[in-house]
């Protein structure tokens, strides 16, 4: 598995997302998109995500950004657990992690262990609402975020250090 760089082309993917829309990355072509790979649908870090990405969306929205997110999960799953949150973009199942093996997606068991030495992570994702122990089923992906310019080129990858590890929304908002 080979990770993505900055400048790098996309890996371009037309897909179906949970509710059953087309989602096909060139139809972004002239955009600026955020690309999000989470875990599994009912992980509370990445419930924790993307609650505060469906909370600035307008903000989103507003400084001309996109966003697409991957879970590695089936649609029902979504449905069941991110779907509740009624996300306002694109949210695409990848259960066999066909586009997380193509952007370079890595899966750690470390990557659990050192969310859980970060106290002040794990009393956040504790008293979330989201937190369920089924996550603990899931595959030990760990997240990454990618800025796609308008030309369909890298602008900036981020590949997490553990479960909860994310690119700063503020750092997304203000990609010039």
């Known amino acids: 598995m080979k990770n993505l760089k900055a400048k790098d082309e996309v890996i371009q993917f037309s ?4 509710l059953g829309n087309a989602v096909n990355l060139s139809d972004y072509k002239g955009k600026k998109v955020f690309l ?3 875990r599994g649908a009912s992980c509370p870090f990445c419930s924790m995500r993307m609650r505060d990405l469906i909370n600035k969306h307008s903000n989103f929205k507003a400084n001309g950004i996109e966003v697409i997110v991957f879970y590695a999960s ?7 657990y991110a779907g ?3 996300p306002p973009f694109s949210v695409i199942p990848d259960p066999n992690l ?5 952007y370079g997606v890595e899966q750690s068991k470390s990557g659990m262990t050192r969310a859980m ?9 504790m008293f979330s609402g989201f937190f369920n122990m089924k996550a603990s089923k899931d595959r030990p992906i ?4 990618f800025l796609i310019d308008e030309n369909q ?5 981020y590949y997490g250090e553990d479960f909860g590890d994310h690119l700063p929304v503020d750092e997304i908002l203000n990609w010039k």
């Open 153 to 157: 080129t890298i602008f900036k990858v």
């Open 36 to 38: 999000t790979f989470l």
């Open 98 to 102: 066909e586009m997380y093996t193509k």
């Open 142 to 145: 760990i997240p990454a975020d």
């Open 15 to 18: 897909l179906k997302d949970y």
């Open 74 to 80: 089936s649609k029902e799953l979504i449905t069941k």
């Open 117 to 125: 030495m970060q106290p002040l992570k794990m009393m956040k994702v």
């Open 84 to 86: 509740k949150q009624d």
